[in-house]
């Protein structure tokens, strides 16, 4: 299975993105997904996750009200929605899918990851 984030740019604080990812076989669509961030000098941090069927989802707290996720399965393709971006949410974002049905918020449970796009939010 292969990832491919795309949506990524420069947007100033306040501000809306769209991030999409793109599976290249429709068989994860019967996998949890999640959207993970990583900022220059930190570690890579969960941002959000969804179930198979997109009934169940879950948030960092730091995102949480402002970030939405979401998957379409006929495509195969989760997006998030990111509005009121903070100059702290700058970072390379990256999808993930889980290996099985269920979904995680930690990143030890994915072995499925796209190849990251930048999101850079200026104060």
């Known amino acids: 299975v292969q990832l491919q984030a795309s949506g990524g740019g420069l947007v100033e604080a306040g501000g809306s993105l769209r991030l999409s990812c793109a599976a290249s076989?429709?068989?994860?669509?019967?996998?949890?997904m999640g959207w993970f961030r990583q900022a220059p000098g930190k570690e890579r941090e969960f941002v959000a996750a969804i179930s198979w069927d997109g009934g169940r989802s879950y948030y960092a707290d730091s995102v949480k009200g402002r970030f939405t996720i979401s998957r379409a399965k006929a495509s195969a393709t989760m997006y998030l929605q990111m509005d009121s971006l903070k100059a702290e949410d700058t970072a390379i974002y990256y999808c993930a899918a889980s290996p099985g049905s269920r979904v995680f918020t930690t990143r030890n449970n994915y072995n499925y990851w796209g190849q990251g796009t930048l999101v850079t939010v200026s104060s």
């Open positions: 076989r429709r068989t994860v669509s019967n996998n949890g």
